[in-house]
């Protein structure tokens, strides 16, 4: 696509309750991230894919987070048990695998979850 | 340790008032520079990025960069803001080789008055 498409926009959930939300990368870009972006905060790396490689998962915060990116493309980042400090906008980026940091990011509009 | 900091989180100017946003980093490697904007319910957008080279940079929307290494500073200006420009603005480091990841500041947001 033209843009990196994230899905759902917006979502509000039960505390405790499990949620997906979706990323659709550039086509052609090969590595995707997600970052969380908390009130008040900056912007914090949860996890990276390129290509086949394993991912990067050093910035998942607990079990509770998992992703995963299926045939290269599509990434879906999973909360489960969601507690009220997972609130807040969930960012997903792609870039071209040769950049890397280099050439920076497009990011996605973002999922805001807001857990009740 | 490798940290961006943004020391204003509020910066209101009027409408056609020169902007000068601040950006401070701590970065072990030769760092790449980026500035973001980000608009209300919008991802964010590149504004420009330094990577090597001249240290002025030039970017979008009439915004510009400079990088002082002496200083550990990459601030963004611009002569003559618009009220469009109000938005939250993101400085963010990375690495020139290696890591991938960025360490962003945790922005400014930028009020500006008719």
């Known amino acids: 696509g033209a843009g990196v498409s994230q899905s759902p926009s917006n979502k509000v959930t039960e505390k405790g309750k499990d949620v997906e939300l979706r990323c659709d990368p550039i086509?052609?870009?090969?590595?995707l991230y997600w970052y969380r972006q908390s009130l008040g905060q900056g912007l914090e790396f949860l996890i990276y894919?390129?290509?086949?490689?394993?991912?990067?998962k050093s910035g998942l915060p607990s079990d509770r987070f998992s992703a995963e990116r299926t045939g290269g493309s599509v990434s879906t980042l999973t909360i489960q048990r969601t507690q009220q400090e997972d609130s807040a906008v969930y960012l997903c980026?792609?870039?071209?695998?040769?950049?890397?940091?280099?050439?920076?990011?497009?990011f996605g509009s973002g999922t805001r979850l807001t857990v009740v | 340790a490798q940290s961006v900091t943004q020391p204003d989180i509020h910066i209101t100017v009027s409408e056609g008032a020169s902007l000068e946003l601040r950006c401070n980093y701590s970065?072990?490697?030769?760092?790449?520079l980026f500035w973001y904007v980000q608009s209300p319910g919008q991802g964010l957008q590149l504004l420009l990025k330094?990577?090597?080279?001249?240290?002025l940079v030039q970017g979008i929307k009439g915004f510009e960069a400079e990088f002082k290494r002496s200083q550990s500073s990459f601030n963004l200006r611009k002569p003559s803001v618009h009220w469009s420009d109000a938005a939250e603005y993101f400085c963010?480091?990375?690495?020139?080789?290696?890591?991938?990841?960025?360490?962003f500041g945790t922005g400014t947001r930028l009020k500006v008055l008719a």
């Open positions: 894919f390129q290509g086949n490689s394993a991912p990067d």
């Open positions: 980026a792609s870039s071209l695998v040769l950049s890397g940091a280099g050439r920076g990011y497009t």
């Open positions: 086509s052609g870009h090969t590595a």
């Open positions: 970065y072990g490697a030769t760092p790449y």
């Open positions: 963010a480091v990375g690495a020139a080789s290696g890591t991938y990841k960025y360490i």
């Open positions: 330094y990577f090597s080279g001249d240290t």
